[in-house]
Nanobody, 119 residues
Framework: QVQLVESGGDLVQPGGSLRLSCAVS????????MGWYRQAPGNQRELVAS???????NYVDSVKGRFTISRDNAKNTMYLQMNSLEPEDTAVYYC?????????????WGQGTQVTVST
């Protein structure tokens, strides 16, 4: 069974920084794609950033230049460095992993971590 464990959410002032982590554990799987989504109250869940096995990244326009997604393949861990945080970044952030397990593509989600940007 593949498990995703997120950490790093917190309350931070505008202009501050946070780093989210997503550790993937288990056996018998290969990761195809990793990404971070977020969902604010009353809003749909949106893709914030994604990263391929080859290291290609993609960002939603609102975070370009402020957020950086990365991964440590040896540790099966993904990170989201968030700088210059704004109140509009307040949301629950979810780790997403698309993986191949027993010839089946699976989309897995973390439990979510709360990021609150406020004075």
């Amino acid at each position: 069974q593949v498990q995703l464990v997120e950490s790093g959410g917190d309350l931070v002032q505008p202009g501050g920084s946070l780093r989210l982590s997503c550790a993937v554990s288990g056996s018998g799987f290969s990761i195809l794609l990793m990404g971070w989504y977020r969902q604010a109250p009353g809003n749909q869940r949106e893709l914030v950033a994604s990263i391929t096995n080859g290291g290609d990244t993609n960002y939603v326009d609102s975070v370009k230049g402020r957020f950086t997604i990365s991964r440590d393949n040896a540790k099966n861990t993904m990170y989201l460095q968030m700088n210059s945080l704004e109140p509009e970044d307040t949301a629950v952030y979810y780790c997403h992993v698309r993986c191949l397990q027993v010839l089946t593509i699976r989309n897995l989600w973390g439990q979510g971590t709360q990021v609150t940007v406020s004075t």
